[in-house]
């Protein structure tokens, strides 16, 4: 899609020219501007007060150098980000990604992404994101605590319970987050909610590990609704093998889907009877190892080298789950020429964006990232009311507040998407719904930042 007002163009091509060399954060604002067309021409009072401008410049960057000592004794350096890009509606809130990929252009478009998803939960959050481009695979646990602690170490004096709570993204799970919480309490003396993802022992909300991917099936279920449809008896291809991705394949099969392949970086398995979920739990939860190891055990699987190739598998529900432009134009033609129905992201932009303009053109169901994955960040901000009550939810308590969130989630984008044009586009939707709040409070608060 391109712009048909030449003020989002103008726009579109300072962002382009003040954050040079990052393509991510590019296609991840280019999303939200194209939304915001008739936005703009039905809203004058946000062009005027300069919000799509302000919007689009995060409120403060840090950048930091993470040494830490390997198992050998040698010395590592790592750099670390946090991007605290909006503070409108709460504090800042979003996860930490550990990943060699990461820069500062991933972090920054995952920081935008969040502020939209984190609105349109409907709770306090502001949107940030971190990370570093330390890479946790093949590292001890005795490495992989004395990065976190060198991070926290740094990251300690930006953050606060009030101010930017931090969670898990790619690589940072309970595990990493015990480790920065450990060091966040003994270097500022405090045992307070900074971050979410923590041990249930210490803070952490139950249902906050299932969240994400429980979150993307009530979503997905609602979607398919409008169409009379359900996950009963339908096929479900799911990419990656992490967090999401595997309580994504949970409760896609507690609705009666049969979930047929999961991937990781190095390949993917298929297994038309169904994929064994305890297995995979141990593979990837407990043992950490490669996806490929499931086959020893499964004889009716079959392991394939590359994880691209998922999407050639027919199905009727595919539920991107890894990360970002995993499933680029080509991808999404096969899924379509193979009848898919629905479409949605766990991942944070898993879908490119002619793979976007490829399900939409058809006419399919397809929920964008910031709306379908937001029931984890939506659980991270129950986990902050039960921190500032001194208090825990059962796990049945957490998890019906998520799906009325989930719920709430899609009606208000489909209501927003209904106003503004197509009520289908969910992109449209949730890009509206989202930004509307986070735009109120930034006109009613002036000119700050
Ligand atoms: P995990 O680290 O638990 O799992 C990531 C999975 O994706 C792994 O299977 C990993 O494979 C695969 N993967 C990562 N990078 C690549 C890559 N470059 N190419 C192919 N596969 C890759 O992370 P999560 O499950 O937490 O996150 C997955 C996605 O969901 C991310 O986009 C994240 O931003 C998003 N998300 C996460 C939320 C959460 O609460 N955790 C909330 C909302 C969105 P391998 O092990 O080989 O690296
Ligand atoms: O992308 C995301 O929404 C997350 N990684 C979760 C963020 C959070 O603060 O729970």
Known sequence: ???????????????????????EFHQAVKEVLLSM??????????????????????????????SWVDDNGNVQVNRGYRVQFNSAIGPYKGGLRLHPSVNLGVIKFLGFEQIFKNSLTGLPMGGGKGGSDFDPKGKSDGEIMRFCQSFMTELCKHIGPDTDVPAGDIGVGGREIGYMFGQYKRLRNEFTGVLTGKGLNYGGSLARTQATGYGLCYFTKEMLATRNESFQGKTVVISGSGN??????????????????????NGYIY??????????????????????????????????????????????????????????????????????IAVAEGA???????????????????????????????????????????YSWTFEEVDEKLQGIMKHIHTIAREAATEYGNPDDYVLGANIAGFLKVADAMYCQGITY
């Open 37 to 66: 067309e008739p936005v703009a021409e039905k809203n004058p009072q946000y062009v005027q007060a300069g919000i799509f401008e302000r919007i689009v410049e995060p409120e403060r960057i840090v950048i930091f150098r993470v």
């Open 1 to 23: 899609m391109e712009f048909r007002t030449e003020y989002m163009q103008d726009l579109m091509n300072r962002v382009v020219k003040n954050h040079p060399a990052q393509p």
């Open 348 to 390: 944070n932009m898993p879908s490119t964006p002619e793979a976007v303009d490829a399900f939409q053109a058809a006419g399919i169901l397809y929920a964008p990232g910031k709306a379908s994955n937001a029931g984890g960040v939506a659980t991270s901000g129950l986990e902050m009311s039960q921190n500032s009550m001194r």
């Open 244 to 265: 999401v991705a595997i309580y994504a394949a949970e409760k896609a099969t507690q609705l009666g889907g049969k979930v047929v392949a999961l991937s990781d970086s």
């Open 271 to 340: 297994d038309e009877n169904g994929i064994d979920l305890d297995a995979i739990k141990q593979i990837k939860e407990v043992e950490r190892k490669r996806i490929k190891v499931y086959v020893e055990n499964h004889p009716s699987a079959k392991y394939t080298e590359g994880c691209k190739g998922i999407w050639t598998i027919p199905c009727d529900i595919a539920l991107p789950c890894a990360t970002q432009n995993e499933l680029d134009g080509e991808a999404a033609k096969t899924l379509l020429a193979n009848g898919v």
